[in-house]
């Protein structure tokens, strides 16, 4: 069984910057496609970002691209979030997820494991 926990979020003005962090169990971290998603009240969760398992590919959601990067350490079994020009539009709850499948995933549906979420909030 895998174990997600995610860390890193918080309050930040409009403009900042904030790197979330998802620290993984598990020996076959590094075998696994890396997503995160996001979920603001009264909406559904979507997808923001993903990374292959050497971290040599990336996808990002249109609404994020150029200022947010994804990475993922597999020595420390850890996916990032770098997020930077932050906006109010961002605020939501932040989760990561495991992909088991080969290939990419963008819907949460492909994704097998989750880790209870951290919020993240941007004040205007």
């Known amino acids: 069984q895998v174990q997600l926990v995610e860390s890193g979020g918080g309050l930040v003005q409009a403009g900042g910057s904030l790197r979330l962090s998802c620290a993984a169990s598990?020996?076959?971290?590094?075998?696994?496609?890396m997503g995160w998603f996001r979920q603001a009240p009264g909406k559904e969760r979507e997808f923001v970002a993903a990374?292959?398992?050497?971290?040599?590919?990336?996808y990002y959601a249109d609404s994020v691209k150029g200022r947010f990067t994804i990475s993922r350490d597999n020595a420390k079994n850890t996916v990032y979030l770098q997020m930077n020009s932050l906006k109010p539009e961002d605020t939501a709850v932040y989760y990561c997820?495991?992909?088991?499948?080969?290939?990419?995933?963008?819907?949460?549906?492909?994704?097998?494991?989750w880790g209870q979420g951290t919020q993240v909030t941007v004040s205007s």
């Open positions: 990374i292959n398992w050497s971290g040599g590919s990336t």
């Open positions: 598990g020996r076959t971290f590094s075998t696994y496609t």
């Open positions: 997820a495991i992909r088991k499948s080969t290939g990419w995933g963008f819907r949460q549906n492909q994704y097998d494991y």
